[in-house]
Every structure is written in C-alpha cells, then in structure tokens.
C-alpha cells in the first residue's frame, strides 16, 4: 500500500476519540505496561526483508494468509514507533527517517489483508468537501468489477489463444488427409510463421513437405517432374534432421509411386523425358529402400512398366513419322510412297489399322490414287503388212512321229512355242504346218479369238513390242500395232475391244478387227496382268503394290481404287473371276502363298476382301488356277495342288477345302492345269498327271505319260490333250497329242519335235551339209532344201539317248570328218559317226567327261574328273594308259575346262585353278599320256585354251590374256582385256578373236605378241559359233541374230543382217553364201 495508506490504518489502529496517534502528531507515547501474556513458542528470527515493490505487498500478504495469525498484543509488542509523519496541503505525507524506513516494510508486511481492503474501500476519514472522486465506493466498485473482468478476459484469451492454435493445426491437418493440398500448403506455412516453436512445429513441417509432394503427383494431372523435385528438396530439408532415418519409409513411397507414375504418364502422354523422371525416381528408391530383403518385386514391376512406356512412346513416334511421310507423299501426289509408309507402320503394328488418322489418310491415298489414272485418246493406226525377211526362208529341220498313219487332216490347228517361234501343228497329224517368229520370253500363250475375217490368234512378238494378229489356219499376218512397251500378261476381249495391261503402268484398248488403239489408261504403278471381266461392265485390274483398280469398260476409266495390301512382286498368278469373287493368290514367303477372296458385285464401289475367306498353303502360286463349276484348283511349287468348293452366298465361306496332293518328286517348273467333266483334272508339270475329285480328297492315277517339264498351257480339243515338254538335258520341245480318256493308261497318238539345237554342222559332200541336233537326230540336207525353206520332218538317222538322260550332250568334229557324242550320267556314252552320218561305233564310258573330247593321234583324250583316258578311234578297246591328276582325291580335283591339239602327238588342256598341262602321246615303253610341261595362270580359267602354229593363248578370270610359247610355256606377250573373257577363244588364219563380257569381240594379231586390231561392239549375246573367213571377208553370226561380214584387217562393217532367231546357229562355207541353220 501507498505510505499514506498504510500511515491511515497505522493511525485508525492506536487513535482514540480525541486524540490522533502518535505518529501522525509526531509525539512520542509514554511507555505504557505490558499486559502479561501466556509464553508463546518462539519462532526463529527471520532474517530482514529486502525492500520490495509496493505492488507485491498484496501478493506477499495472501501468501501469509496460510501462516498462524497475529493478535493485536503480538502486533503492539514487536511494531516498533512509527516514524512522524508530515503533513501536507491535501495529504498527510509521512517524513521517515532513514533508520525508519527499514522498519516501514515490517510493518507494512504485518497489516492484515482485509485492513487494506477496507482502506482501498473507505478510504480514511475526510472532512466534508475534501472527499476523493477517485476514493468513491462506486468507482472502486468499478474498478475491482474492471480487474475482476480484465483477469477473466486474460483467462479466457488464453483459453481461446490455446483452442486457435489447435484448430489452426487441426485444420491444415484436416485439409492434408481430404487432399486439399493448395490449402493445407498455405494452412501449415502460416502455422509455421505464426508458431515456429509450437510443440506441432516438426509434425507441421514434415507435412508441409509431404503435401508439396503430393500435391504433384496426386492430382487430376500429376507433374510428375516437379513431384520429383519436391520431393528432393524434401530430402534436403530433413536430412541432417536427428528423425530422418524415420523418415526412409515415406522417401520409398512416395520416390516408387513417382517412378511408377511417371511411366504410367509417359505411356499416356507420349513423352520421352518423363521416363528420365522415372529412372531418377528409382535412384531415390534404391538409396532409401531396405536392402534385406531387395524390393526385387517393385523393380520388376518397375521394369515391366518402362518397357510398356518405352514400347507405347516408340509406337506412338513410329506413328508420328509415318503420319509425316503420308502427308508429305500425298503432297507430292506420289500415292505408293504413302502407302508404302502405311504398310511399313502396319507391319510393325498392326493394330493401327483402325487409327482415325490412319483411316482417314488411306481414303485421301485412294482418292489421290484414282485421281492420277489418266486416260489418253490415241486413235493410232495399225499395220497390215509383213515385216521383211532380210535372207531366204528358213530351213526348219523337225521330226514327227505318228501311231496311226491313216488319219487325215482336218484344217484345224494347234499351236507351240519353240526357239522364239510360234509353230501351227496340224492337230489330227501333228505335222508342223506354218512357222511365225515372234520372239523368246513370250508374255503370253497366245490367245484364240474370232473376228469378221477368219479364226485368229492373238500374239504379242518381242522383237519388236507388237501386238499381232494371224489367221489360225496359216499364220498369214491380219494386224500388228506397235506397243511401244512390253506386254504384261494376256489380253481380255470383251466385245470386240482388246484390252492389254503392258509396262509402265498402262492398259490398252484396240480393235479386235483393225488393230487400231482407241485409249489409253495410264496408272501411277505397274500393272499386274491380265485383267479379269466381272459382271460384263467392269475390268478388274491390280497394281504392283496394294491395290485393285476397278475400271468400267463405258466409258473406259477408272472408276475406283480399292487397297488390298499386298506386296510389290508378290502376285505372279493371276487374277481368278468366280463369278462376283475374285481370287488372289498373293505369295507371302519363298515357301507360302495366301489365297484372299475379293467381293467384287459392286464394281463401281471400293471392293472389300472377305477376311474369313484367306487360305495358306504350302509353295508359292505362280500359275493360273482352274475353275469348272464351282470347284476351284490351285497349283503352287513343288507340284501341289488343292482343290475348293466356291460358293457366293453370303452364309456360306467362299472356299471350303476339298482335298490337296503333292507329287512325290517335284520338280521346280511351271504347272498348268486343265479341268474336265465328272471331276476329273489333269496337271502337267514334270509329267501329265490325271486326278479324280472325291467328296473329301483327290486321288492320283498312278499312271502317267509325257515325262519332262512342261512349257507352255494344255490346250483340250474334246477327250485330246496338246502338251508341250521338253527333256532336261535338251532345249528342244516335244510337242505330243494324248487320249485324255483312255483307260487304264493315257496314251501319246502324235509326237512332234521342235525348236532341237544343231550340235554340228559340216559338210558330207559338195552340196551337202549333215546336221546334228541335240536331240540325235542327223539330217543331210541339200542345197534346193536350203534355198526353199520350209520344214523337214523326216531325220536320216538317229541316236538313241537313254531315256532319262539329264546332262546335255556334248559332240565335236574330229579331224578325219568324223564326229564324235558323248552323253553323261545315267549312262555316259560315246558315239562315233563317220561323215556320212552313219553310227560306226557305241563305246560305253566308266565316267560322265567335264570337257569335250579331244583329238590326239589316232584316237581321243576323255577328260575325266581327276585324270586323263585315251579312247582309241579304230579300236573298240584303249589299250593306252591315261594321265591321273596329282592330288589325293580324284573327285576333289579341279574341274577340267578344256584344250586343243597342237599336233599329231601334243595336245594342251587346262583345269578350272588356272593350271595349263601339255600332254603328249608316247608310245614308249608302252603308249601312255604324259605331261610334258605344266605352267600356272595365277588366276582360275574359265575358257578353254587355244593354239595356233607355235603360240598357246590363255585367257583367265583376273581380265588377262596371255601368249606362251608352244615347246616350253615361255611367256611372250600379255595384254589386259576390258572384260573377262566370256567364250571361245577363236583363231582365223593369224587374228585371234575374243569375246570380252559378252560386249566386245576384239581382235588380236598373233605373233611375238598380241597387236590389237579392232573392236567390235556385240549386243550382249555373243557369237553363234566360230566365224569363217570367205573370199577374204570374215562372216561372223551373234546369237541375237545378227549377220556381219567385216574387213578381218580393220573390223570395217561392209554388210550386215539381222535373222530372226539365231540362237543355236551354226555357220558352215560349204555353200554360198553362207548360211544359218537351226
């Protein structure tokens, strides 16, 4: 209390009523006696109190309010007298001394609580007009209800500050665990600034960190880069924290739902750079995961999902490129190339087929596609006249063989290809009636047609890229047109109209009856031909490549383009209409082929494939089926063939397997086949084959007849059947009629034999040339024959070859004007025909020859494999002892390539590693072969060698030709040629002439070294045989058909023919001029 107070109560203590105490007048009291009192327990003394703040007097007395209380006789005895007081104008204000002042807190201390209350209350007396406002009962009232109210506000704000801070926490809590992490971001940072040393500090800021985290990767549209760095700075932030290790668990969770959703996104999205997120992800993971055991399952999940992501991304660029491709080819109105990127995405994933932007860039393809079909009205007129011979009528020397000889002509005729000439046959005969040249590698079996005029046939000549038409009965010429291109298949003719498919991308439209081309369809593609005629409106025609082309016939054009989807190349048969179906048979490897079925009853429209229908099989189809009815037969390689029931009723598939055979031994030919009644098929292949068609099979007749490989298709006049073969080890073709029906066998009534190439000519008299074919047969033919041309069907002689003979024949004039045969295995022969023609002797051979014979003495050397034998040509049996090859295994040895006699006793012979041997003939101690000399070219041999006088010529494989001398191989001259050597090498009189790649053919003057004399371009095909040297000029014959007659000093040209097909020529001097033969 203030001292004034405290002075008051001290006053009301000790006043009485009419004196004031003595310490307000300032008198000291007389001693007055001190009532006696009961002894007391002492207390000890209490050390003297520091002087304290007046306001913790009320503290200090409610903390003595529990001590025992002090009497008022306590109070007078120990209070000690209390200091004078001075008074003051308003109030008493007591002057201490300072031993006083000492005492004053004591006894301030030991004024009762309920004293100093009363005093704050009442306050001391005053006289009237002296009271204190302040000292009113009303307004102390007041101000104890104000400290009261201050004390219960400062309570209660507490309180409420308490409950706030909890709530505050409670609340960003309550966000964080709802997902609300915007919210409870800013929550907790507040509560972190407000309370940064809060009991919930750590709890609110490992949260707040987690809620940075989560709130990037667990929204509508995680980030999950910047979930990673949150998650990072989260790291940074804790980890020199004491709980981090506590922490281990969460940075697990949260761095594997990272990795694992940042792939999931990736995959979604499309985006590369998440799956670095995600690598960096598994870095944390695998810092923070236990080691035992190893979370082998989250990487393994982990794993699984990159490669799920890297595979949807890679898909999804692939996509994109070929998007780009697409877009930029259709830009550049190059379809194919569009569709080639479509089939390339395709190939790789085949479930984009059904992508919108795919689908909608195929249609833009096909509609650009048949935008590009651009027609052309030609109007070009046609030819009518023969093209002229450039020499006399050819020579055709053919053999014919008949069962029956009574059977007479009917004027019809069959036809065969042979040599590049299209032959007539009579067909009841089989005598060759007209012969038309038209070319080797036909495009096309020439087609039967009927115009105004007569019975014709459609051919295409590749000479001279014509189309031609001739009359059936004499092969008299009616049209030719000029394509200007090849032909790519057969023509259609509907209508009178010729439509044909040709190089470049092309379909012609011509006039049966004039040969005249009205249009032309040009396509942004080859073709594939021919086209197939569906419902008599419509030409279907399919591209190199992917599609169909459905072009109507009025008014011709292009009407839609359909996508098939196949592949450049992959169709070689063709197109099959069956009705409103169209097969394709499409080859899908080396060894497969795919049969697809094509709706084709709305022509005008895009043609659907009906997928349910596509058939493999074994081989690859490269010939045309065969339909009769509703049964369908389908070769492919190997000589297989299946056979299906077609049906074109939507409820029904459209090819049902019925049945499939294989031929045993196949050969790797083409196949024809020919459909007849009662379900019989015949197929000609490596033979002429007849099957039965079952309910659920085909059975093969055991029986078969014409053995060889079939070249061109069977043609059916009612039970007979045409086919043309030819045997492996020659070129010629036999041409055979067969009884289809007879039974149990099918029988051969006719045999013709065309196309035989001439193995030697040479002269049997003045006027005379005997001619060898390949296939045994010799004709002597004379000189009127030669003038008058025409064809001989009846041989002087003939050699009887073993029937299943595989190799070529070989046959050499010898020196003496004879001739020698040989034939390999099964039955190496050799045949010894004297210049007459007659067959002297037949001596059988231990072993096929690799080279031809050649002449030595009075007999042959035979090169066999890996030794020399010496055949005597008087005597049936050699009694000389042939050359063996130094090496360990004959069979290994390398191969002979062939020689030349440099006289009566010496011959020179080369082996294919490039090795030169000069054998000679002695006789002593007994006759035997011996090689005299042996030299090395240092590079294989592909040519045999030649000799001329003293001079040996080799030409080997590194481009070198060389000239030795004769007696001991001493080099004398080399020359580089611009070209391999690619023939014989030919020696007339001195000139040496060497055919260089089949371009050149440059000649060479022999001497002490080889003087090149000139240079002679070839097209490509070589000589015919060795040229001849006439009246001073040098006649030469290429295999193209190419006559020359040349200066031999200069290689000057004076005079030049072309003759059609010459490829088997042989050239004699023994008439003249000199004349070809075939």
């Not at 060759?432 to 036909?442: A, N, T």
């Not at 079996?445 to 295409?460: C, I, R």
């Not at 007459?836 to 042959?860: F, K, T, Y």
């Not at 890996?866 to 130094?886: D, H, I």
Request: glycine fraction near 6%; proline fraction near 8%.
């Amino acid at each position: 209390l203030p001292h004034e107070a405290q002075a008051e109560i001290e006053a009301e203590e000790w006043a009485d009523d009419s004196a004031p105490p003595p310490s307000i007048v300032g008198v000291e009291p007389a001693p007055q006696p001190k009532p006696k009192r009961k002894p007391r327990r002492e207390k000890p003394p209490e050390p003297a109190p520091e002087e304290e703040p007046e306001g913790r007097i009320l503290q200090e007395d409610e903390a003595k309010g529990d001590e025992e209380p002090v009497t008022d006789e306590d109070s007078e005895e120990e209070r000690p007298a209390a200091p004078a007081p001075v008074l003051t104008r308003r109030r008493l204000q007591p002057v201490e001394a300072e031993s006083e002042r000492t005492v004053a807190p004591a006894r301030r201390e030991k004024a009762p609580l309920s004293r100093c209350l009363r005093w704050l209350v009442t306050g001391r007396p005053v006289r009237p007009g002296e009271e204190d406002t302040l000292r009113s009962p009303f307004i102390l009232s007041l101000g104890t209800l104000a400290a009261i109210l201050l004390l219960a506000a400062a309570t209660f704000w507490f309180i409420i500050q308490r409950q706030k801070v909890q709530q505050q926490f409670d609340a960003a809590m309550s966000e964080y665990e709802q997902g609300h992490f915007t919210q409870a971001i800013a929550l907790l940072e507040s509560f972190l600034t407000n309370y940064p040393r809060h009991k919930y500090a750590r709890t609110a800021f490992i949260t707040l960190g987690q809620a940075k985290i989560e709130k990037e990767i667990l929204g509508a549209t995680p980030s999950w880069k910047n979930g990673l760095e949150a998650l990072q700075q989260f790291i940074d932030q804790h980890r020199d924290e004491p709980y981090f290790p506590e922490l281990r668990d969460t940075l697990t969770k949260y761095a594997k739902a990272i990795a694992l959703g940042a792939l999931k996104t990736a995959a979604a999205t499309k985006r590369r750079d998440l799956l670095q997120v995600s690598d960096n992800a598994v870095l944390i993971f695998d810092r923070y995961a236990p080691t035992d055991p190893p979370p082998t399952e989250v990487h393994a999940q982990i794993r699984a999902e990159r490669e799920r992501a890297e595979a949807t991304i890679l898909k999804w660029e692939t996509l994109q490129a070929a998007l780009k491709d697409m877009k930029a080819a259709l830009e550049a109105k190059r379809p194919l190339d569009a569709l080639v990127a479509r089939r390339q995405l395709l190939s790789r994933y085949p479930d984009l087929v059904s992508d919108r932007q795919v689908v909608q860039f195929l249609q833009q393809t096909l509609d650009t596609a048949r935008d590009l079909v651009k027609k052309d009205d030609l109007n070009q007129a046609t030819q009518t006249d023969e093209r002229p011979e450039a020499v006399a009528p050819a020579l055709t020397l053919a053999t014919q063989t008949r069962a029956l000889s009574t059977d007479r002509s009917d004027g019809q005729t069959v036809f065969v290809l042979a040599k590049g000439c299209l032959f007539g046959v009579d067909r009841v005969t089989g005598t060759p009636v007209w012969r038309r040249v038209i070319g080797v590698d036909s495009p096309f079996f020439p087609v039967k047609t009927q115009t105004s005029q007569a019975a014709a046939l459609l051919a295409y000549d590749t000479r001279f890229g014509e189309l031609i038409l001739v009359e059936r009965r004499t092969g008299k010429l009616l049209w030719r047109q000029a394509l200007g291109e090849a032909a790519v298949g057969p023509p259609v003719i509907v209508e009178g109209q010729v439509y044909q498919a040709a190089r470049g991308g092309h379909v012609y439209k011509l006039e049966l009856e004039t040969g005249r081309i009205a249009a032309r369809l040009t396509f942004s593609q080859d073709v594939h031909g021919p086209p197939v005629l569906v419902g008599s409106t419509h030409l279907i025609l399919a591209g190199d490549e992917a599609l169909l082309y459905s072009v109507s016939l009025r008014p011709f054009g292009c009407q839609s383009v359909s996508l098939l989807g196949h592949k450049p190349g992959s169709l070689v048969a063709p197109l099959l209409a069956m009705g409103s179906l169209i097969l394709v048979s499409e080859n899908i490897s080396v060894d497969r082929c795919l049969l697809r079925v094509v709706d084709a009853s709305r022509p005008e429209e895009r043609l659907v494939e009906i997928e349910k229908a596509r058939v493999t099989l074994d081989g690859q189809a490269r010939d045309a089926a065969a339909l009769r009815g509703n049964v369908l037969f389908v070769p492919t390689t190997g000589e297989r063939v299946a056979a299906f029931s077609v049906s074109d009723d939507p409820n029904q598939p459209p090819l049902t397997l019925i049945g499939r055979h294989t031929v045993k031994t196949p050969h790797p030919g083409r196949m024809f086949l020919t459909a007849g009644p009662d379900g019989q098929m015949w197929m000609a292949g490596s033979a002429l084959r007849r099957f039965q068609l079952k309910t659920n099979s085909i059975s093969l007749d055991p029986n078969l007849v014409a053995s060889g490989l079939t070249t061109q298709p069977l043609q059916a006049y009612g039970p007979y059947l045409f086919v043309a073969r030819r045997r492996p080890h020659s070129t010629a073709i036999w041409f055979v009629k067969i009884d289809r029906e007879a039974r149990p066998t099918m029988t051969s009534l006719w045999r013709t034999v065309l196309g035989a190439r001439l193995l030697t000519v040479t002269a049997s008299g003045s006027d005379t040339l005997l001619c060898l074919t390949e296939e045994g047969y010799l004709f002597h033919v004379g000189r009127n024959e030669l003038t008058q041309g025409g064809f001989r069907i009846r041989a002087d002689a003939h050699i009887q070859y073993p029937e299943d003979l595989a190799e070529p024949v070989r046959a050499v004039i010898l020196p003496d004007g004879q001739i020698a045969v040989t034939c390999g295995n099964p039955e190496p022969v050799l045949w010894l025909i004297n210049a007459q023609g007659q067959v002297r002797r037949e001596i059988p051979l231990d072993q096929p020859l690799q080279a031809d014979p050649i002449a030595l003495g009075r007999g042959l050397v035979l090169p066999f494999a890996g030794k020399l034998g010496y055949q005597g040509t008087q005597t049936r049996r050699s009694r000389v002892e042939g050359y063996t090859a130094p090496v360990k295994d004959q069979e290994k040895a390398p191969r002979w390539v062939g020689g030349a006699s440099v006289g009566d006793t010496e011959m020179i012979i080369a082996d294919s590693e490039g090795t030169v041997l000069k054998i000679q003939y002695r006789t002593s101690p007994q006759p035997h072969l011996f090689a005299a000399a042996t030299w090395s070219a240092g590079a294989p041999i592909d040519v045999p060698p030649t000799a001329h006088r003293d001079w040996i010529v080799v030409a080997d494989s590194a481009r070198r030709l060389r000239l030795l001398h004769r007696s001991n191989f001493e080099p004398l001259g080399e020359v580089h040629l611009p070209a391999a050597a690619s023939g014989r090498l030919y020696v007339v009189e001195d000139r040496l002439l060497v055919e260089a790649g089949h371009e050149q053919l440059l000649c060479y003057q022999l001497g002490r070294e080889l003087q090149r004399l000139w240079a002679l371009p070839l097209k490509g095909t070589g000589l015919a045989d060795r040229p001849l040297l006439v009246e001073g000029r040098m006649v030469l014959a290429e295999r193209s058909g190419r006559v020359c007659q040349l200066d031999p000093q200069t290689g000057q040209v004076t005079a030049e023919n072309t003759i059609n097909n010459v490829s088997t020529s042989r050239i004699s001097s023994n008439v003249n001029p000199p004349q070809c033969f075939r």
